[in-house]
């Protein structure tokens, strides 16, 4: 069965310094991979997915993710974290047993110092 | 156009009382699934609908929850007699159609609490 675990609960950068949120996944097959941002009262945005195209991932915002099949990671960066990217980003991994449910991590909340 | 809209945004139930929730998907999108997301937790699946056929139900915790859509538009998460471990964020979202890959767009959620 699949899942995915996000390592960090809380990850706090200071404005300008780069992000990273780690990812890692269990699955059988060869999986598709996203990243979702939740900002506060607002609906959840797609920042990239992973469809078994490019390993390297350029989503929106100027974060990208890399699949590493040998690490089971799909670890989320930024090189520079700006103080609109504060929000619960959550790694998703579809369920290769259906066409359509998503699997969730726990989220890992990103603070941005200023 | 327009996205994903979800009302009412807030809603607090008395225990045993029931409540509906409803999603109003992107306009021509075939599929539509339900989510719940507790405090500090990722969303769970409920439920998944191609137009109006509801071909998964398989998350929906007990049989007090029901959802239904029943023009292959909009849908309608009923929960009868509301318990206080139903209180969570209820998330729709809508697929324009069904694959693996397929984005899926998500509104801003119902928070229920209940009491």
């Known amino acids: 069965a699949q899942s995915v675990t996000q390592l960090d609960s809380h990850v706090s950068v200071s404005e300008g310094t780069p992000v990273l949120l780690r990812c890692n996944y269990s699955s059988s097959y060869s999986p598709s991979l996203f990243w979702y941002v939740q900002h506060p009262n607002k609906g959840l945005q797609l920042l990239l997915k992973?469809?078994?195209?490019a390993t390297l991932v350029k989503g929106i915002n100027g974060f990208e993710a890399e699949f590493k099949k040998s690490e089971t990671s799909f670890h989320l960066t930024k090189p520079s974290a700006h103080m609109s990217d504060a929000a619960e980003y959550f790694c998703?991994?579809?369920?290769?047993?259906?066409?359509?449910?998503?699997?969730w991590g726990a989220g890992t909340k990103l603070i941005i110092k200023p | 156009g327009a996205g994903v809209s979800q009302s009412p945004r807030y809603k607090v139930a008395k225990r045993g009382q029931d409540v509906a929730l409803r999603c109003d998907p992107i306009s021509g999108h075939v599929s539509l699934f339900w989510y719940q997301q507790a405090l500090g937790q990722g969303p769970e699946f409920l439920t998944y609908f191609q137009n109006e056929a509801q071909l998964d139900k398989s998350g929906l915790p007990s049989d007090r929850f029901f959802a239904e859509r029943p023009e292959g538009s909009v849908s309608t998460l009923k929960i009868q007699r509301t318990q206080q471990e139903d209180s969570a964020v209820y998330l729709c979202a809508s697929s324009l159609v069904l694959t693996r890959v397929d984005t899926q767009y998500f509104g801003p959620g119902t928070r229920l609490t209940v009491l």
């Open positions: 992973y469809t078994s195209a």
């Open positions: 998703v991994v579809s369920d290769t047993g259906s066409n359509y449910q998503l699997i």
